[in-house]
């Protein structure tokens, strides 16, 4: 699948470093306590039993709150453990007044709920999080998803642009969102844009092995066999090197 929630989590970390509110097409969102930057680095470096070790014994001297909550339920997420992650940012939310809450928590919730099959739950989520920073592409991407798979293609259409939008230096972002809008757009029987935008999307993030083979299967049905032929080598050589751990299962995954 395309759905990976790499561009917040690296916001995160940007946001370990820099300052608050420079983005003046954003509300101010609250940084991560020093306190806790190294249990964040833990996490994202996969060593989430060493993080959560070490979270534990930061609430048994500070008490709870929203932000060591909430890497306790990433610690999980990052293990694609999503039942114990939802139990976690759900206590995290619990801290929902602007003085306490820490946004994040919303949008990795809405993930959470969404890989749990949780269509309304994530939905909410992924809504409460974007009240509190509106400009958030892979919240709007995560909502485009979710209308998609309704078959809302007109909703799905829309947000997916807005994702697109708001991403503009965020060329990944961008690309997986163009992605499932060719994706809409093949389904309606449009594959001239369908085309246009798998290419814009491979430009942007060649790593996209799904949309080499969509953009395989859409020139085959223009009768298209030599660039059928040569997005589908593409789809091999990039699956193979993205996704090693996949080298014994059929597509799709």
Request: proline share 6%; aromatic share 12%; with cysteine.
């Amino acid at each position: 699948m395309f759905l990976k929630t790499p561009n917040l989590l690296s916001c995160l970390f940007a946001s370990l470093l820099i300052a608050s509110g420079c983005d003046h097409n954003k509300p101010p969102q609250p940084t991560l306590h020093p306190d806790l930057e190294t249990h964040f680095i833990l996490i994202s470096e996969g060593n989430s039993g060493s993080a959560r070790v070490r979270l534990r014994q930061h609430m048994d001297t500070h008490g709870e709150s929203a932000q060591p909550l909430f890497l306790m339920g990433l610690s999980y997420h990052k293990e694609k453990r999503y039942i114990k992650a939802v139990q976690w940012f759900e206590k995290s939310a619990q801290f929902d007044v602007p003085t306490t809450q820490y946004p994040p928590t919303w949008h990795f919730l809405g993930w959470s709920q969404y890989y749990l099959g949780n269509a309304t739950a994530s939905h909410e989520a992924f809504n409460h999080y974007l009240m509190l920073n509106p400009n958030e592409g892979d919240s709007l991407f995560g909502l485009g998803l979710l209308a998609m798979e309704e078959g809302n293609f007109e909703e799905a259409s829309k947000l997916f642009q807005q994702s697109i939008d708001v991403q503009q230096d965020l060329p990944k972002g961008q690309a997986k969102s163009k992605a499932r809008l060719a994706d809409i757009r093949e389904q309606q029987g449009n594959f001239s844009e369908a085309l246009q935008l798998y290419r814009e999307a491979l430009d942007l993030d060649p790593d996209l092995y799904e949309a080499w083979y969509h953009l395989a299967t859409t020139y085959k049905r223009e009768g298209m066999e030599e660039e059928c032929n040569a997005a589908l080598e593409m789809y091999s050589v990039t699956r193979t090197r993205v996704r090693p751990d996949l080298h014994t299962t059929r597509f799709p995954e």
